[in-house]
Every structure is written in C-alpha cells, then in structure tokens.
C-alpha cells in the first residue's frame, strides 16, 4: 500500500504540475502577463499539495460504486478549494466571482487531464500484465 501510494503521488504529481503549467501559459498567453520566475515553485509546490489527496484517494478500495462516486465528488471539491486556498496565499491574482469561475473550470481540465493520463497508464500496464501472465501460463501448460 505504501509503494502504491508513492507511485501515485508521483504520477499525480507530474501529470497535475504537467497540466497546470499548460493551463498558465494558456493564461497568461491570452492575459498578456509576464511571469515572476517564483511561481514555478509555487506551482511546483501546488502539484504536490493537490497530488497528496489523489494518492490517498487512489489507495482507498471502496467496493461500493456509489461510494467511489461520492469520494471522487469530495475529492474534486478538496482540489477545487484547496487550489483556491493557494491562489490566495501565493497572490496570483484577486478572487472573484470571475476568477473562481475561471479557477473552476481550469481545475476541471488539470481534473479530466489527470484522471484520462492516469487511466492510459493503467490500462497499458494491466495489458502488459495481462500478456507477460498469458505467456506464463502458455509455456506452463506446454511443459
């Protein structure tokens, strides 16, 4: 469970930093802004804070498919208002009605980016297992 939990936060954390870094250049291509050299640190240290949850949530084994759904909800809103949080404090820009929109819907795409990279990667390695176990099998009934 321990090793489950750092791969995930690392692969949470690449691909949520990946995501927001494309999110603010988007941005601050569309706003005109120039960019202070510490943000990347701030993003960096967002990407890490908001991967904590998701490797947690990963680690979870809820049986129930209405539960699942609800912590995935319970996740998203702690990411949304986590990421609020944190545009507060490191000052990115002034919170808003406009801007919390804005904010929503970008966590929504860092969201969906996450959730679909992290599927891929699953589904390749479970079709790697699948065939390394079919060949397992394969030579132990030709011995």
């Not at 960019?35 to 990347?40: A, D, F």
């Not at 699948?130 to 009934?141: C, D, E, G, P, V």
Request: aromatic share 16%; glycine share 2%.
């Amino acid at each position: 469970m321990i090793k489950d939990f750092w791969t995930s936060l690392l692969h949470y954390f690449v691909n949520i930093t990946t995501a927001t870094l494309f999110v603010t250049a988007v941005y601050l291509t569309i706003s005109g802004h120039q960019m202070n050299s510490v943000i990347l640190w701030e993003i960096l240290l967002s990407g890490f804070i908001t991967a904590l949850p998701s490797a947690f949530l990963v680690c979870l084994d809820a049986k129930n498919g209405r539960i699942l759904l609800l912590l995935w909800l319970a996740h998203f809103l702690l990411i949304f208002f986590t990421t609020l949080i944190l545009i507060e404090i490191f000052g990115w820009y002034k919170i808003t009605a406009f801007s919390i929109l804005l904010t929503f819907m970008a966590v929504v795409v860092i969201y969906i980016f996450t959730c679909v990279t992290h599927y891929i990667v699953d589904r390749k390695h479970a079709e790697i297992m699948n065939q390394q176990l079919k060949k397992r099998y394969s030579k132990t009934n030709n011995d």
